[in-house]
């Protein structure tokens, strides 16, 4: 999307910091999120780039977080305007971590604000791309249960290698993002949830095995504004998807690894993917070299 339409109204402390949240909401940042344990202590290790998309906000009291407005976006372009811009700055950050302006991240064991342990665990793994879950969803005990079902489990961690993952809370490693945004707004009048089933399809195919999900740090709080939303995409919305993803794309994959990978998802797509083999891998170690395709030619 073209930002030229968008309007700035803070400067930003640029001091080193190696995380940038990306936020949509109507105007200044809510309450719960300046708070000094989330987003409200300047002297912590993040920015915040606010999109306010109803009302410019006013209040300019937090030096590290700022403000741009625009009131003709959609969730997905309001997401692809923060990316242009966070890819403009002088700063290249560790992780670029994408979130609505509701969430709350906790740890559901003991019911504690998360966000520094989210940024904790980051630093510690280094994933491609990490997710939290939303309560209800599961995904990550749903990949438990699939490890120890398909026979395929190796050792019980604090996380998982997933497949599917939720919009609320999206972390990209500086790495990756280039190769897995922008966001696709080629579907947002019918509905807006197929941009992030076309980032899920385009993460599984660049970086398979390489999307690891926490299993007791969740999403909380969260709530659901009115929206264009359906799951009955159209018939050609996968193979869409798919264009474009070759071996010019992603620079080091193999032609015909890339063109697997792409056969494999349109053959699982139609059952909701948890067939995946992605599913039974082990997730990667430690500070794992984030490279797309790192793992595609293996379990195919």
Not at 247 to 272: E, L, T
Request: charged fraction near 20%; glycine fraction near 4%; proline fraction near 6%.
């Amino acid at each position: 999307m073209e930002d030229g339409g968008s309007s700035m109204t803070a400067t930003i402390d640029r001091k080193a910091a190696r995380f940038l949240y990306l936020v949509q909401t109507e105007s200044c940042l809510p309450p719960d999120q300046r708070k000094n344990e989330s987003f409200g202590n300047g002297s912590l290790d993040f920015h915040v780039l606010v999109l306010s998309y109803k009302k410019t906000c006013d209040d300019h009291s937090l030096s590290h977080v700022e403000y741009v407005f625009d009131a003709s976006t959609t969730w997905t372009t309001g997401r692809n305007l923060l990316f242009t811009l966070a890819m403009k700055r002088n700063i290249t950050y560790l992780y670029y971590i994408f979130m609505d302006d509701d969430a709350t991240a906790k740890d559901i064991r003991t019911n504690a604000l998360a966000w520094r342990a989210f940024e904790g665990f980051l630093q510690s793994m280094e994933p491609a791309v990490m997710a939290l879950d939303l309560p209800g969803q599961d995904y990550s005990e749903k990949v438990l249960q699939i490890h120890k079902n398909r026979g395929c489990f190796i050792k019980e961690l604090e996380y998982v290698t997933g497949l599917w993952y939720d919009a609320m809370v999206n972390a990209f490693h500086s790495k990756a993002i280039k190769y897995l945004l922008p966001y696709t707004s080629a579907f947002d009048q019918q509905t807006w949830w197929a941009s992030q089933m076309a980032l899920i399809v385009r993460t599984e195919i660049l970086f398979r095995g390489q999307l690891l999900l926490h299993r007791y740090i969740r999403v909380t709080g969260y709530q659901h504004r009115p929206y264009p939303r359906n799951l009955n995409f159209p018939p050609d919305m996968y193979s869409r998807f798919t264009q474009g993803l070759d071996a010019h794309f992603v620079p080091g994959c193999v032609a015909k690894c890339a063109q697997i990978m792409i056969d494999r998802w349109m053959k699982f797509s139609n059952a909701n993917g948890w067939s995946s083999s992605t599913l039974c891998l082990p997730p990667p170690p430690p500070h794992d070299p984030v490279e797309p395709c790192r793992y595609q030619c293996h379990l195919v």
